[in-house]
């Protein structure tokens, strides 16, 4: 692989930074205008290190943009009925607008039978059922955070998706299928890959925009790239390196660099973005309950 470096560095950090600013703003109107402060619960259940820091750093991006936090920290014993009667609870709260469930839950907990808990309207997490169909359906829906993340991360260095071939390698309900319908949505020519796709270097190699959501440390190749291609990198994977531990994505991003057009990096492209499009959607949210138009942020 030679050393020369083409692509443009997406630095997700510094675009979340800007969009929490615009959140903050627009947030600052609502209160002054009607009296309104967008209120996130969170509800974070046992001791999960990992858990743990995300539920601190929405907390902290929450009060920093002038919403409310309701943080409720359970046991990891609770019993679904207790988790689901908190829901309920959170649900008929009208100062609380957005509802999280951080995941993963406990073994005794039906993850589906939290999510179809949680009032639609306040579901931020974009993961209710009715969302996901409103979504596949082109209703208005409170779609998932880091899905929405990556379009606009992608219209940083993209003014139209229109037409372009984009592949979305991976189709979890909380990452790939949404991601393709949101790419569908922007009228680009979406294909999806999976465990059972064939050739999946030759689909890679065919793609303007590639999106990977699978989980496997530095999978895609640098000579899988399409040259000049936007590559959106959304694995989280933690590796050893000389005893050393470090997060990187399902990308190879140093590969990555000298091939494509842009390419975010792993931590600090996805990342950042998913938490500040959770803000978006709490305002989205706090704005649809009470029957005013959502700003476009
Ligand atoms: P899931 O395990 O739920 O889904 C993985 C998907 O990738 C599946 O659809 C699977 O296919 C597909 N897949 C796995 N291996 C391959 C392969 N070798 N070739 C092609 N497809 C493959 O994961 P998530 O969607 O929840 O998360 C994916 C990654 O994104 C993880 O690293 C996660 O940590 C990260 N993530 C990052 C977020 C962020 O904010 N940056 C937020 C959420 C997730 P099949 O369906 O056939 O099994």
């Known amino acids: ?51 743990r ?79 996901a169909g409103r979504l596949v359906s082109g209703l208005p829906a409170l779609a998932p955070c880091t899905p929405i993340a990556c379009i606009k991360l992608i219209k940083t260095v993209r003014t139209s998706l229109a037409g372009c071939d984009a592949l979305m390698v991976g189709r979890s309900h909380i990452v790939g299928n949404p991601l393709a319908q949101l790419l569908l949505k922007e009228n680009a020519t979406v294909t999806i890959a999976h465990t059972r796709t064939r050739d999946l270097p030759a689909y890679c190699r065919r793609a303007e925009i590639l999106c990977v959501a699978i989980g496997h440390a530095e999978f895609i190749r640098g000579d899988w790239i399409k040259p000049g291609a936007t590559v959106i990198d959304i694995g989280i994977n933690r ?40 803000l978006v959607n709490t305002l989205r949210a706090a704005c649809m309950q009470a029957g005013l138009p959502a700003p476009e942020i």
């Open 1 to 51: 692989m030679s050393a020369k470096i083409s692509a443009k560095i997406i630095d997700g950090k510094a675009i979340a930074a800007d969009l929490r600013a615009a959140v903050k703003a627009e947030t600052q109107l609502l209160t002054a205008a009607h009296d309104i402060v967008p209120g996130l619960a969170v509800v974070l259940l046992g001791d999960d290190p990992a858990s």
């Open 53 to 131: 820091s995300y539920v601190t750093s929405k907390s902290r991006a929450v009060l920093e943009v002038g919403m409310r936090p309701f943080d409720h920290h359970l046991p990891a014993d609770v019993n679904e009925a207790e988790l689901l009667a908190l829901v309920q609870k959170l649900n008929a709260d009208p100062a609380v607008h957005g509802i999280l469930v951080q995941a993963p839950l406990p073994p005794q907990i039906s993850t589906n039978r939290i999510v179809a808990s949680i009032d639609p309207a306040k579901d931020v997490d974009g993961f209710h059922p009715l969302n």
């Open 239 to 278: 590796v050893d390196a000389g005893g050393k531990s470090r997060i990187v994505g399902d990308v190879n991003f140093a590969e990555a660099l000298n091939v494509a057009g842009a390419v975010t990096p792993v931590p600090g492209g996805v990342g950042p973005m998913t938490i500040a499009c959770l």
